[in-house]
């Protein structure tokens, strides 16, 4: 089952960045260091793990999310509806910034983001419940797992 939003809403980001001279860069899926790549290329080894990080296409849009789980920062191609963690194996799902909505936790007040329609978000952090509707003032309970 899907694990909702972590509350750090982050902007999207392209994956590669260009760099000094014909170079680009993009995250190891493996263990997540900075990989450097000649331009141009379709795959690329790291050093560090040996993993096989595959390139996208030059122009392909990409957004970060910070996973559920584990709270690493995950890159993704824009448009997909859920996204593996590759250090916690989370599913994770991937809205687009106008399916979502924002409100502090009634308990840590932590920033929260929520699916346009839901009635309560349970925060990552303290598993408080917060009720979110049309008011504008949210009711709350405490969450006993």
Same mark, same amino acid.
């Given at each position: 089952m899907p694990v909702p939003l972590a509350p750090y809403p982050t902007p999207p980001a392209p994956l590669t960045t260009p760099t000094v001279g014909s170079q680009s860069q993009l995250v190891c899926s493996g263990c997540r260091n900075l990989l450097l790549y000649p331009v141009g290329a379709t795959s690329v080894c790291c050093a560090v793990c040996n993993a096989v990080t595959s390139v996208p296409p030059p122009g392909t849009e990409m957004a970060q999310l910070v996973c559920g789980g584990?709270?690493?920062l995950l890159?993704?191609?824009r448009g997909a509806t859920?996204? $593996?963690c590759?250090?916690?194996?989370t599913i994770?799902?991937?809205l687009e910034a106008n399916q979502v909505a924002h409100v502090n936790c009634g308990n840590c007040r932590?920033?929260?983001m929520y699916q346009y329609g839901a009635r309560s978000v349970k925060c990552a952090v303290c598993q408080f419940i917060t009720s979110v509707g049309a008011s504008t003032s949210a009711t709350e $309970?405490?969450?006993?797992v």
């Open positions: 584990c709270h690493t890159m993704y191609i859920s996204v $593996q590759s250090c916690c194996h994770n799902l991937a932590m920033l929260l $309970q405490k969450f006993n």
